[in-house]
Nanobody
Framework: QVHLVESGGGLVQVGQSLRLSCTMS????????VGWFRQGPGKEREYVAA????????DYADSVKGRFTISRDNAKNTVYLQMSSLKPEDTAVYSC???????????????WGQGTQVTVSS
């Protein structure tokens, strides 16, 4: 059974940076594309970024493009989300998810982590 664990969340100030990690166990990591999603207070869960199985393709939501970078280290079974120039509207629980196809659609993802809280204070 695939298991995902996020880490790296915390409280930061506007303009600062944070790096989230998502580590997989129980599956063949390079066999899965990975996406990051977030859910802010009182909001629906939304797509943030995705990376293909070998890392050759990446995609970002318009709201984070140019500020966030997704990457993966298949030797460490880990995907990273580097977040820069953080804004208060980035405050959310960030979750990673794994899918056997590269997709920006939430419905494509079969396995989900529990999430990590990111709070951006002004």
């Amino acid at each position: 059974q695939v298991h995902l664990v996020e880490s790296g969340g915390g409280l930061v100030q506007v303009g600062q940076s944070l790096r989230l990690s998502c580590t997989m166990s129980g599956g063949t990591f390079r066999g899965y594309a990975v996406g990051w999603f977030r859910q802010g207070p009182g909001k629906e869960r939304e797509y943030v970024a995705a990376i293909s199985r070998l890392g050759g393709n990446t995609d970002y939501a318009d709201s984070v493009k140019g500020r966030f970078t997704i990457s993966r280290d298949n030797a460490k079974n880990t995907v990273y989300l580097q977040m820069s120039s953080l804004k208060p509207e980035d405050t959310a629980v960030y979750s990673c998810a794994a899918a056997q196809i590269y997709s920006t659609r939430r419905a494509a993802y079969n396995f989900w982590g529990q999430g990590t809280q990111v709070t951006v204070s002004s």
